[in-house]
């Protein structure tokens, strides 16, 4: 995690107060954060999904990575510092260290959502009420793939 830190510190740093909002839920993105220290939890729709105060967490990864608005709420709990990156494709291709730390906390995450939707599935495969297409629907979001899309420029992005 310290090569991590190292290569963010070139990064500007940002501190936020307890009960301070990262990154909202619904936000246009394009930004990410990577805390270096202090606890944030992440919502969404509300419901609490994460508690995390590991140094090095990125968080506005899969707004930047999807070009789609911000998925959750990151909310400060202790007073935080976190470096912020505002190009992050540059920073990225750039440092293939931190876009492989990043693979891997996305395929963790994954990992994690996908164990737990097998879970669910398995809970209400024999169900023959109302519950019982819940196994449709959480076999399908196991199975689901997202199309891949091409990298869209903004209009002011010098490399058009």
Do not use: W
Request: negative net charge.
């Amino acid at each position: 995690m310290t090569d991590i830190m190292a290569l963010c510190s070139r990064l500007p740093l940002q501190d936020f107060a307890a009960g301070e909002a990262l990154l909202t839920e619904g936000d246009p993105g394009g930004v990410l954060f990577i805390l270096k220290e202090g606890s944030v939890v992440v919502t969404k729709n509300g419901a609490e999904v994460a508690q995390v105060t590991e140094p090095g967490a990125v968080f506005g990864e899969m707004s930047v990575l999807l070009e789609l608005p911000i998925s959750a709420t990151v909310t400060a709990v202790s007073p935080v510092k976190a470096h912020y990156c505002t190009d992050p494709f540059d920073f990225f291709a750039g440092n293939p260290d931190f876009s492989l730390h990043t693979a891997r906390l996305l395929a963790s995450r994954l990992h994690n959502a996908t164990t737990y939707l097998a879970d669910l599935k398995l809970q209400f495969e024999d169900r023959s009420d109302h519950f019982g297409i819940m196994d449709q629907i959480l076999g399908a979001m196991v199975e689901q793939q997202p199309k891949a899309r091409p990298r869209q420029r903004r209009s002011d992005d010098p490399r058009l």
